[in-house]
């Protein structure tokens, strides 16, 4: 059974920083490329970013120079380093697992962004 367990939202003022981290158990972590999505209420669930097996990075416009992904293979855990958080930043972050056709999502956590 594939598992991804998002932790480490929360509510912060503008300007402040959190770290997402996302664990993985079912997979074979390393196969697979992982993303980080966000939905806020109203609006379609978007990509923030996404890491490639090899270690290569994508990110949407809006998080460029803000946010950072990586991961830890030995861990089976994808991170979201998130720096000059914004109100608009306020969503749902969702954690996936993408191979081919593949697609695993977590549960979610909330980060909630206070002017």
């Known amino acids: 059974q594939v598992q991804l367990v998002e932790s480490g939202g929360g509510l912060v003022q503008a300007g402040e920083s959190l770290r997402l981290s996302c664990v993985g158990a079912?997979?074979?972590?390393?196969?697979?490329?992982m993303g980080w999505y966000r939905q806020a209420p109203g609006k379609q669930r978007e990509l923030v970013a996404i890491?490639?097996?090899?270690?290569?990075?994508n990110y949407a416009d809006f998080v460029k120079g803000r946010f950072t992904i990586s991961r830890d293979n030995a861990k089976n855990t994808v991170y979201l380093q998130m720096s000059s958080l914004k109100p608009e930043d306020t969503a749902i972050y969702y954690c996936?697992?993408?191979?081919?056709?593949?697609?695993?999502w977590g549960q979610g956590t909330q980060v909630t962004v206070d002017s």
């Open positions: 890491i490639t097996t090899g270690g290569f990075t």
């Open positions: 996936s697992a993408e191979l081919l056709l593949e697609r695993y």
């Open positions: 079912g997979i074979r972590f390393s196969a697979y490329a």
